[in-house]
């Protein structure tokens, strides 16, 4: 794949910033506007521990591989999985480099606790989904651990939770080629939003939060 391609992927993460709030998605990965706060800080912590440069590490009949490059070209996203562990089993799939077959589950790791929405779960199905096209296999169980609880969930990953992700992600391509900034209904979500202090609701019936800063900068 070329760069250009490479530049028309989708990040995977964004769909949990798309499910969470559409406009928040937009404002990050259309109008490119960002702002730390300790939620965003408090979880690049906690990946650290996962995002150790595509390490392998062989425990018994289990292969556990962090932060693992995933992409899928049909749904043209792209990301890094935290962990996949790779489990030897003879109905599973050959592993370059590794003896035998194994079945993939990936591994997802969270600042919180279990959420209410299935945005967690949709991230992880779309993990799955680029691992399926990757090694040509089925996925069908994932995991989220959860730092707040120190727990794992096991997540059944199934053909309706993936057509979902299937369906968010062919949304999110059309707002991407369009940059389209859409508008939505605030509520008492939007205090814990990382982009609340620029997302500007007040002008969003009138403009994007790019054509205002850039006007507040000109005054």
């Excluded at 990946?47 to 043209?76: T, Y």
């Excluded at 996203?77 to 489990?87: P, R």
């Excluded at 003896?99 to 600042?111: C, F, I, L, S």
């Excluded at 707040?148 to 096991?154: A, F, G, P, Q």
Aim: charged share 30%; hydrophobic share 35%.
């Amino acid at each position: 794949m070329d760069s250009n391609q490479e530049e028309d992927l989708l990040l995977l993460s964004g769909i949990q910033h798309f499910e969470f709030c559409k406009r928040q998605w937009a404002l990050i990965h259309i109008e490119q506007q960002w702002e730390e706060n300790v939620r965003t800080v408090e979880g690049q912590y906690l990946h650290r521990k996962a995002d150790q440069p595509f390490v392998r590490e062989k425990r018994g009949d289990k292969l556990i591989v962090r932060a693992m490059p995933i992409k899928s070209e049909e749904l043209k996203i792209t990301g890094i999985c935290d962990i996949v562990e790779f489990i030897q089993n003879d109905e599973g799939v050959e592993i370059h480099g590794a003896e035998g077959k194994y079945v993939a589950y990936p591994v997802e790791y969270k600042r919180g606790k279990p959420k209410v929405s299935d945005a967690d779960v949709l991230q992880l199905a779309a993990q799955a989904l680029c691992l399926e096209e990757m090694l040509l296999c089925r996925i069908a169980t994932g995991y989220l651990f959860y730092n707040e609880i120190k727990h794992r969930v096991e997540v059944p990953l199934t053909t309706e939770i993936k057509e979902k992700v299937k369906s968010i992600v062919a949304e999110m391509q059309d707002y991407y080629r369009r940059s389209y900034t859409p508008r939505v209904k605030t509520g008492s979500f939007c205090r814990s939003c990382s982009l609340h202090s620029i997302c500007l609701p007040e002008v969003m019936n009138k403009r994007s939060v790019k054509s205002y800063l850039e006007g507040k900068i000109k005054e």
